[in-house]
């Protein structure tokens, strides 16, 4: 008999819709269950579905508005939210449902308590649980892996106008932390601009100026300011030069041994609503996904959470314990 892969989607808003787009073209039998209780989130994600609609794999779609009326078993939970509810969202699933996997955006929790707090929880439960930090899922970064991970040393800069640390900066930190091995990491936040600004997604705030996250493995500059600014990403270490234009889905890199001649390497750049079809036909046939597990994912919110804390702390008057990004 044929196994359906059960997939619920929690928060169908931007970024949730984008994931539904690629569950919807997934090549393995499934049904998916969408829970959005904002009305207009949940037209924007149905009107989305819709342009992608039409695979025979799909065996049935309901769309929810409440977490009350999901299945009781599922295989795998996508939560799409924004972080401020993620932790409760969480605590749901675990005492509610009987999940295999769970995938979690990211920034996941906004205190790094609560990842103490949650992950001996899912754990006990047995729920395999990652977090989305694409990059590891590229087959150019699994490939610069493999030429920098025995490199004595990585430095790396990344920096560009319109990126706001708070909400990036995982991504960049999961990225190098992958690519070269590294697993210690000191960060030091002097440098960001001493002005907190109001993100683009209401509620929540957002970084500008520099950090510096020194490693076993080298140091990592992150430079980002509100101007029109490419946002490149710069790598050397004793055999690479490495320059990273996401934007334009080209990698320039020179070696040693190629007496430092640059070469053109396409990227292929995936976005959200190619990539969830591929998590979903990865764990069916497969049982495991090449993001980050929330076990190491932790380690680097960590280091960020409290050090954009202190900062906030320093700069105003309303003292916080948690981080308000996402």
Known sequence: MEKIFDVALIGAGNLGSRHLQGLAIAKVPENIYVVEPNEESMAVAKERYGQVAG?????????????KDLPKKLDFIIVATGARPRKAIVESIIENIDVEYLLLEKVVFQDSDDFDEM???????????YVNCVRRAFIFYQTLREKLINEKYVNMENDGGEWGLGCNSIHMLD????VTGAKEFSIASDMLDNEIIESKRPGYKEFTGQ?????EKGLMTLNSSYN?????????????????????????????ESDFRHQAVDINFLYQSGLSNLYVETLYNNGTLPL???EDSAVLHKVLLNEFINHMNKNQEEKVKSCPIT
């Open 55 to 67: 695979n025979d794999n799909v065996k049935n779609i309901e769309f929810l508005s409440d977490m």
């Open 119 to 129: 992950i001996p929880k899912l754990q006990a439960k047995g729920i395999r649980t």
């Open 175 to 178: 990225m190098y932390a992958y």
């Open 211 to 215: 950090i510096t996250i020194q490693t």
């Open 228 to 256: 029109d600014k490419p946002n490149l990403i710069f790598m050397h270490s004793e055999h690479y030069n490495i320059t990273i234009n996401e934007g334009e889905g080209k990698a320039y890199i020179s070696s040693k």
């Open 292 to 294: 980050t597990t929330i």
